[in-house]
């Protein structure tokens, strides 16, 4: 089965710090792979994603991540957080072979970054 | 660019009714996938329309459905209301085509009591 993981259900940084958000998918053949971020009472929004390429992607808001096909991960990264970038992120995959607009997600990882 | 919208913004319907929920993708966008946000099963895709087609489904029993206009907008009807409906129903649009992300919108909170 298609699934995407994210491991942990909470992150905690002081603002300043990096911050990773974790996230690893198990589907067949090679994915699209995207990062969302919700904030309260809202839809999702775009982050990043990543086709093909230069396994380092950048996005909005300063955000990064790496793709790592040999440990099928896609984690999130910040060089400095922000209190701001406080939120609920979401990684989600679709897939190359249907060209669907189907995005399978993880659970989600609520990051709580303080003063 | 105006964004993706969806109406309305929350409802309150009593089990066994039925419910529509519209949403309208960013102009020039011919995908429209609806998804239910729930805090025990996340986010699940419901389904896909393209160009008026169901182009595909997630695993949600029949009592959900959709369609798409010529405009592309988008219904989704839930008949026969069940108190687990209740959810954040965001639709998402997309040119549908390539290598593409999808913008959401600010969701449907329907409450079924």
């Known amino acids: 089965a298609q699934s995407v993981a994210q491991p942990e259900d909470q992150v905690n940084v002081a603002e300043g710090n990096p911050l990773t958000v974790k996230c690893t998918y198990s589907?067949?053949?090679?994915?699209?792979l995207f990062w969302y971020v919700q904030y309260p009472n809202r839809g999702l929004q775009f982050l990043l994603k990543?086709?093909?390429?230069?396994?380092l992607v950048k996005g909005s808001y300063g955000f990064e991540a790496e793709f790592n096909k040999s440990q099928t991960s896609f984690h999130l990264k910040k060089p400095s957080a922000l209190v701001s970038d406080s939120a609920l992120y979401f990684c989600a995959v679709s897939f190359r072979s249907s060209n669907t607009g189907k995005l399978i997600f993880g659970q989600g990882t609520t990051l709580q970054v303080k003063p | 660019k105006a964004g993706v919208t969806q109406t309305p913004r929350y409802l309150i319907k009593t089990r066994g009714q039925q419910v529509t929920l519209s949403c309208s993708p960013i102009s020039g966008h011919r995908s429209v996938s609806w998804y239910q946000q729930t805090p025990g099963q996340g986010l699940q895709f419901l389904f896909e329309y393209f160009s008026e087609t169901q182009r595909n489904k997630g695993n949600f029993p029949g009592r959900f459905s959709g369609r798409q206009f010529s405009n592309s907008r988008s219904e989704m009807n839930v008949s026969t209301l069940e108190l687990g409906d209740s959810a954040l129903y965001l639709c998402?649009?997309?040119?549908?085509?390539?290598?593409?992300?999808?913008?959401f919108g600010p969701g449907t909170r329907l409450t079924v009591t």
């Open positions: 998402a649009s997309s040119t549908g085509t390539g290598e593409y992300e999808q913008y």
């Open positions: 589907v067949s053949g090679n994915p699209y």
């Open positions: 990543y086709i093909t390429g230069d396994n």
